[in-house]
């Protein structure tokens, strides 16, 4: 399974804009680039998905890179409800509804 | 609308006893998966129930099974439990159909203690 690179931990002021960054060098054609998040003491909950271009939700924006290796999650406007931690997933096309998470990032929202 | 609801909420057991959690999936939601969070890590697929069948698996003992009923609900039973069961369990409910680009949303979990 291909896999995803992203910093352990990040801080970030209230009210400005967060980029949370993941690596995924291996990813083939057809993975679909997931970010879920989990506040504290909360399952796991979705964020937003894209495969080719970017992508925005109410909650955030995904920006992939061209090459498809990298792609950046952007919160515009951190609050401390933000606090969480973020998980980067590749989900391949059809192939199940396994998720695969890794260590993700734990971002910290300052007042 | 409810969203995705388990219980318990915690539960304390002994080394070898057996457990089940439950789950109800989010309405209208056909399709559950069990993920293990131990402390600290990220969530662990364990299995996926579709039409009341296990159709996906991940790297976990035969110790750890499930069920789905008519009705879409679904239990994890684990058996014979270890200290290194210990940790919280994750229900995660979505609609069938190709997984690129599914959302899944996830209960509260149940943090179950091993001693």
């Known amino acids: 399974d291909a896999k995803t690179t992203q910093p352990n931990s990040m801080e970030s002021n209230e009210e400005e804009p967060v980029h949370l960054p993941c690596n995924h060098s291996?990813?083939?054609?057809?993975?679909?680039i997931h970010w879920y998040r989990q506040l504290p003491s909360q399952g796991p909950e979705y964020v937003i998905h894209?495969?080719?271009s970017n992508v925005n939700n109410r909650m955030a924006s995904l920006a992939i890179a061209e090459d498809r290796k990298s792609s950046t999650l952007i919160l515009h406007r951190a609050t401390l409800r933000d606090a969480a931690v973020y998980y980067c997933?590749?989900?391949?096309?059809?192939?199940?509804?396994?998720?695969?998470f890794g260590g993700g990032t734990r971002l910290m929202v300052k007042p | 609308d409810a969203g995705v609801t388990q219980s318990p909420t915690h539960l304390i057991k002994t080394r070898g006893q057996q457990v089940t959690l439950r789950c109800s999936p989010k309405?209208?939601?056909?399709?559950v998966s069990w993920y293990q969070q131990a402390l600290g890590q990220g969530p662990q697929f364990i299995f996926q129930?579709?039409?009341?069948?296990?159709?996906q698996r991940g790297n976990f003992p035969d110790r750890f099974s499930g069920h789905q009923f008519p009705n879409y609900s679904s239990e994890l039973n684990v058996n014979a439990l270890l200290l290194g069961d210990s940790a919280l369990y994750l229900c995660?409910?979505?609609?069938?159909?190709?997984?690129?680009?599914?959302?899944?949303?996830f209960g509260p979990g149940t943090r179950l203690t091993v001693l």
């Open positions: 291996t990813i083939s054609g057809t993975d679909y």
């Open positions: 894209g495969l080719t």
């Open positions: 309405s209208g939601h056909d399709t």
């Open positions: 995660a409910s979505s609609l069938a159909g190709p997984s690129g680009y599914n959302e899944q949303f």
């Open positions: 997933i590749l989900r391949p096309y059809n192939a199940g509804n396994m998720l695969t």
């Open positions: 129930y579709y039409e009341e069948e296990e159709r």
